[in-house]
């Protein structure tokens, strides 16, 4: 067996990539808080600051409603993904190992965990 | 240059209407469908194409930001919430294409986000739209309507408009895409949704007639302007036949004309207000945009001191400005000196 294919049943290498699947997320998250804290009190780095780039007329009223509603459809969502992604690696790889899904895109990561039709329903693994 | 990014500002917003038109369009109509194999059928016509579709609300926001800041800065803020809502009701589609095929028992959610969100933006575009033509309130340059002074009964009646607008553009899409059953339904809702939008034009034209909207007296002012109204007129006579027709293809095509008819024909009516009697393309333009305009004294009150600055450097190109104004009144005979109409409801 080639390298490559060896790679792919190496216990400790397996365990590590399985709990490294919230680590894009950390860094994507940790990396913008750094960026937007990072900055205070500037929104521009030294050209203008934050207290002078809020709008006038906006009420904290308005800020507060739009801030509950981003935070709990974006915890809807992140709910739902992390749920999606753990139960598609407990299930673990099906059919052919090294073979890309007929319908898997680039622009669709989760299209890898398809199997099938797109019209087909009964691709839904454990869990259900 | 400012004619430049008007026209680039004008053809991401044409394009974003049509072309996410299309898929907002379709999930409205998805709400509406049942059965599993017509569900996935009407996903699977938009999925490859909605993320591209939706881009040019991207662009068309950006464009806004770097060229035309002072109406970026007004109307994002005057329209803070809805804005927000139309964001959420776009993001809650999005993932319903990648999360509806993950899970059986609870596809409903999706389902429902994906219906849901496409009715939250689309009612929230048309209206936006509403609101801006019946006009927003201002003091001093700055938005003073309050939390919901966007929310009038026009507005309202937009939003359906549009509902019923994209709907229809939806509908004719299938029509061309799909086969069987989801064909048929669409041949089936396109005369219906066509109705709907002639009602719904008809109730705005009485609707500006009634409240003597300031628009209206522009139009009569200038009866040349009824160019894009009698393409509306033509394209929805030939949409007409094509429905007699059981004509798979045309109905698309004509709708689309339909919309970019209906595009120009509100353009028109506001040209050259970017804010409806606020604010002109020009006095909207970022100063690094502008070059000449300054020098030609096309700007009434002046926004910014920094652009008048940036005029008087530039007085040595003051001859190449002339050309460029005669260039400006060649393509839009007489409409920079419209005069100011109606019922404005700056306070100065």
């Given at each position: 067996m080639s390298f490559k294919h060896r790679l792919a049943y190496i216990r400790p290498l397996l365990w590590l990539t399985f709990l490294s699947f919230p680590l894009p997320f950390i860094a994507i998250i940790t990396g913008w808080f750094t960026a937007e804290v990072g900055r205070q009190p500037w929104v521009v780095f030294g050209v203008l600051r934050t207290a002078d780039a809020m709008t006038p007329f906006l009420t904290t009223r308005q800020a507060t409603i739009s801030l509950v509603i981003f935070c709990s459809v974006y915890a809807l969502i992140f709910l739902f993904g992390t749920f999606y992604i753990y139960r598609f690696i407990r299930t673990g790889p099906r059919g052919k190992l090294f073979e890309v899904p007929h319908l898997a895109v680039p622009n669709r990561p989760m299209s890898l965990a398809d199997e099938g039709p797109i019209y087909e329903t009964s691709h839904v693994g454990a869990g259900e | 240059m400012v004619m430049f990014w008007v026209s680039l500002l004008a053809i991401s917003i044409l394009l974003y209407v049509l072309l996410d038109g299309v898929d907002l369009g379709v999930g409205l109509l998805f709400g509406l469908a049942n059965g599993e194999e017509r569900r996935a059928g009407m996903l699977s016509a938009v999925a490859p194409i909605w993320d591209g579709n939706e881009t040019w609300l991207v662009i068309t926001a950006v464009i806004l930001w770097g060229a035309f800041p002072v109406v970026y800065a007004t109307l994002l803020s005057a329209f803070y919430l809805p804005l927000i809502v139309m964001l959420l009701g776009l993001i809650l589609r999005g993932v319903a294409f990648e999360f509806r095929y993950k899970t059986q028992r609870l596809r409903w959610i999706w389902d429902l986000s994906f219906a849901g969100g496409s009715l939250i933006a689309t009612f929230i575009q048309g209206m936006t739209v509403g609101a801006l033509v019946e006009g927003l309130q201002f003091t001093n340059g700055q938005y003073s309507g309050g939390?919901?002074?966007?929310?009038?009964?026009?507005?309202?009646?937009?939003?359906?408009?549009?509902?019923?607008?994209?709907?229809?553009?939806?509908?004719?899409?299938?029509?061309?895409?799909?086969?069987?059953?989801?064909?048929?339904?669409?041949?089936?809702?396109?005369?219906?949704?066509?109705?709907?939008?002639?009602?719904?034009?008809?109730?705005?034209?009485?609707?500006?007639?009634?409240?003597?909207?300031?628009?209206?007296e522009r139009w009569i002012d200038r009866p040349y302007l009824f160019v894009f109204p009698a393409i509306g007129a033509v394209a929805a006579a030939v949409l007409a036949l094509s429905i007699l027709r059981h004509d798979d293809h045309r109905p698309f095509y004509t709708v689309a004309l339909i919309f970019i008819s209906a595009f120009g024909t509100l353009a028109l009516s506001f040209w050259p207000?970017?804010?409806?009697?606020?604010?002109?393309?020009?006095?909207?333009?970022?100063?690094?945009?502008?070059?000449?305009?300054?020098?030609?004294?096309?700007?009434?009150?002046?926004?910014?001191?920094?652009?008048?600055?940036?005029?008087?450097?530039?007085?040595?190109?003051?001859?190449?400005?002339?050309?460029?104004?005669?260039?400006?009144?060649?393509?839009?005979?007489?409409?920079?000196?419209?005069?100011?109409?109606?019922?404005?409801?700056?306070?100065?």
């Open positions: - | 939390e919901v002074g966007w929310l009038t009964p026009f507005a309202v009646l937009c939003g359906i408009g549009l509902c019923l607008g994209y709907a229809l553009l939806g509908a004719c899409w299938l029509a061309k895409k799909c086969e069987a059953e989801i064909r048929d339904v669409a041949h089936r809702q396109i005369p219906v949704l066509a109705m709907g939008v002639l009602a719904f034009l008809v109730a705005v034209f009485a609707y500006a007639l009634a409240e003597n909207l300031p628009i209206l207000y970017m804010i409806p009697f606020l604010i002109t393309v020009d006095q909207a333009a970022a100063p690094q945009i502008q070059p000449y305009v300054h020098v030609l004294g096309l700007r009434g009150d002046r926004l910014s001191t920094d652009a008048d600055l940036h005029a008087h450097q530039l007085q040595g190109l003051q001859g190449q400005g002339r050309n460029n104004r005669r260039a400006l009144n060649w393509h839009f005979p007489d409409l920079t000196q419209v005069p100011f109409f109606g019922r404005c409801r700056r306070a100065s």
